[in-house]
């Protein structure tokens, strides 16, 4: 069922129905270990768990979309992840179509504040732990970032002891490239031989 949203977006109604928009299970009794709210607070959510991963994604999309060098991301299961307040709040941006409209993967942003507030994919979200409540002082090791990646399209150089990639993680490592053409010519390479 398709809606149309008090911001223009055409919304798909029945993403209620599925985490991280859905009621939780009553069977399900973990309680949160995390919560968080776009800048405003109109959004707020719950996380039930560490994240499986961290990373920063240099990726030009990123870039543009967050106004900054990259983007720091915690991977989490839908499951992990419910909104608790606000989501009639909630607008989409659908980078494959260029469109305002659910369609996966989307970026997930507050209508109010026009905070960024996730990455949702098939099956994982996204969530940018700046807007996770906690001390940054005593940030978890688990939202701690493992690598970089698209890291050959960095505007800036990151000097820092964890890995870098050229796409994805596990994609091509780093070895000291310049940034643009001569990177992504080595990663169509790589992936052309991994294949």
């Not at 940018?128 to 990646?149: C, I, K, S, Y």
Request: charged share 30%; aromatic share 12%.
């Amino acid at each position: 069922m398709d809606h149309q949203h008090k911001v223009g977006l055409k919304d798909d109604l029945s993403r209620l129905t599925r985490p991280p928009y859905s009621k939780p299970d009553p069977k399900d009794e973990r309680l949160a270990k995390y919560k968080g709210n776009c800048f405003c607070g109109s959004v707020e959510f719950e996380l039930f768990d560490d994240p499986l991963d961290a990373s920063y994604c240099h990726c030009r999309d990123c870039q543009r979309l967050h106004g900054a060098p990259y983007q720091w991301a915690a991977i989490f299961h839908k499951t992990d992840m419910h909104f608790t307040k606000g989501q009639e709040d909630l607008i989409f941006y659908s980078v494959p179509t260029k469109a305002t409209e659910y369609v996966l993967p989307v970026k997930i942003s507050c209508a109010v504040c026009h905070g960024p507030i996730a990455d949702e994919g098939r099956r994982m979200m996204l969530v940018f732990p700046e807007l996770v409540q906690f001390d940054f002082n005593l940030l978890p090791g688990p939202f701690r970032a493992t690598h970089h990646m698209f890291y050959g399209s960095r505007v800036e150089d990151v000097h820092d002891d964890i890995p870098k990639f050229l796409g994805k993680k596990g994609e091509c490592p780093f070895e000291g490239e310049s940034k643009g053409p001569e990177s992504i010519d080595k990663l169509t390479k790589w992936r052309t031989e991994h294949s």
